[in-house]
């Protein structure tokens, strides 16, 4: 079935006011992950996603040990009432087989992460002990089995550690360490090509002329593209010159799983993107109900020129996805961020894919906002008293890029909803994690 055919089935869809959820639901309905991997090593796995159920070899713990330095012994040598005064007869040290044999009455001095002597099924923290000499006196009020960690309480040998899917972090990778995995299976990288379109562009590094702007774009997507861990394939600037562009989708649908192009998806003379997409595949260009960034192109182009099929993760028909973004800076990032960074996550084989949540936070001043789209305004986020509040930062047009830059999160007007007062409660998306 078709792209376009597909989307028809979309309910309540709308190509010329599609909400922003919409869109979303429809790109997340059309694809798959990679289904390539590869071996890595353990600490060449940040980042990436895990392409196998990861299954413990052993127990971790590998066998009971202390929680905290204290003092192991035997529960029923506690007196019932009042304090109890054992003797001590020895150290357990972690890393260290500990051969003491309590008798009656008996304790052993023990470090974090020790093994307890035989027998003994509770450790007393140190902090709550008198000592006196050779003997410690231990308070009422002792629980059997307190700050023992058990053998498999983290993990048991034969379960999984690790599901196929998780996007590998720092946690990820210590548990990792824990089992003695020196490799894993990733999925590998999803590879991307990226690029601007315009006459008017003009390469950083060379002397502006007339009517001409600096190429920025291309910065904020290798940087966002980066962050999410992509091999990327730059291919510059191209011009508005259509058996230039079309020459370089081409190369572009060969080359990478996924193309980003920004510039060229609106009606303008020059905007050659829309017209090239139905010669070399199928794309859907719509008109998202939002600000900024209301025009989006989403779908598959071949590398040979001709239509594309179905599509898939590894782009076995030699195609590749196709978002074709806005040119204004802010919109370009705005679109990514709602839009293209799930669906990139999505095709590295991540389930779920990172979310960032919206937060709730009151509004310093009010904002002018028309039911009927969602607004991704530019926001400083900060804490007053006990409190989260949000202002606008900057000037909020989608060319000026010093409002992202000035900004630590958007205030998220959702698509319902009208103006906002001061005092106001609304949404936010903090960047860091985003970002």
């Known amino acids: 079935m078709s792209l376009s055919s597909r989307f028809s089935c979309l309910d309540g869809h709308d190509p010329d006011a599609l909400s922003v959820e919409q869109a979303r639901r429809f790109i997340r309905s059309q694809l798959r992950p990679l289904s390539m991997c590869e071996r890595v090593a353990l600490r060449s796995a940040l980042g990436r996603v895990l392409a196998r159920d990861l299954i413990a070899p052993c127990n971790v713990p590998a066998a009971a040990n202390s929680a905290m330095d204290g003092y192991a012994l035997r529960h029923a040598d506690l007196e019932a009432t009042g304090a109890t005064s054992l003797r001590v007869v020895g150290t357990a040290m972690a890393g260290r087989a500990c051969a003491d044999e309590l008798a009656a009455g008996e304790c052993v001095r023990i470090m974090t992460g020790a093994v307890p002597p035989a027998g003994c099924d509770t450790v007393v923290m140190q902090e709550v002990v008198r000592v006196e000499g050779e003997r410690v006196v231990i308070p009422e009020g002792q629980l059997r089995g307190q700050n023992i960690r058990l053998a498999g309480e983290d993990l048991a040998v034969g379960r999984p550690a690790l599901r196929a899917g998780r996007l590998i972090g720092p946690a990820e990778l210590g548990l990792m360490a824990s089992l003695g995995f ?254």
Not at 285 to 300: H, N, T, V, Y
Not at 378 to 385: A, F, K
Not at 395 to 422: D, T, W, Y
């Open 182 to 435: 020196a490799e894993l299976s990733v999925f590998r990288r999803l590879r991307v090509a990226f690029l601007s379109t315009g006459d008017e562009l003009c390469s950083i590094g060379t002397p502006l002329a007339d009517g001409e702007v600096y190429d920025s774009n291309r910065y904020t997507l290798f940087g966002m593209l980066s962050r999410i861990g992509c091999e990327l394939l730059d291919l510059g600037v191209v011009r508005d010159d259509p058996v230039l562009l079309a020459e370089t989708f081409r190369q572009a649908a060969a080359a990478a799983d996924v193309v980003i192009s920004s510039g060229g998806v609106s009606v303008g003379e020059a905007d050659f993107v829309k017209p090239l997409m139905a010669e070399l595949g199928e794309v859907l260009f719509w008109k998202i109900a939002m600000k900024p960034g209301r025009p989006l192109a989403f779908g598959r182009i071949a590398a040979g020129g001709g239509h594309g099929g179905d599509g898939g993760g590894d782009g076995g028909d030699g195609g590749a996805w196709l978002f074709g973004l806005p040119g204004n800076p802010v919109a370009v990032m705005v679109t990514f961020y709602q839009f293209v960074r799930e669906a990139l996550h999505l095709l590295m084989g991540a389930d779920p894919p990172p979310v960032v949540p919206l937060l709730p936070a009151v509004c310093a001043c009010k904002l002018r906002k028309v039911p009927g789209r969602s607004e991704f305004q530019r926001g400083i986020l900060s804490q007053t008293d006990g409190g989260w509040r949000v202002r606008p930062a900057a000037a909020q047009g989608s060319g000026i890029l010093r409002s992202m830059a000035e900004a630590n999160c958007f205030i998220v007007l959702g698509h319902e909803r009208g103006p906002v007062a001061a005092g106001d409660v609304v949404e936010v998306q903090l960047f860091d994690g985003l970002v």
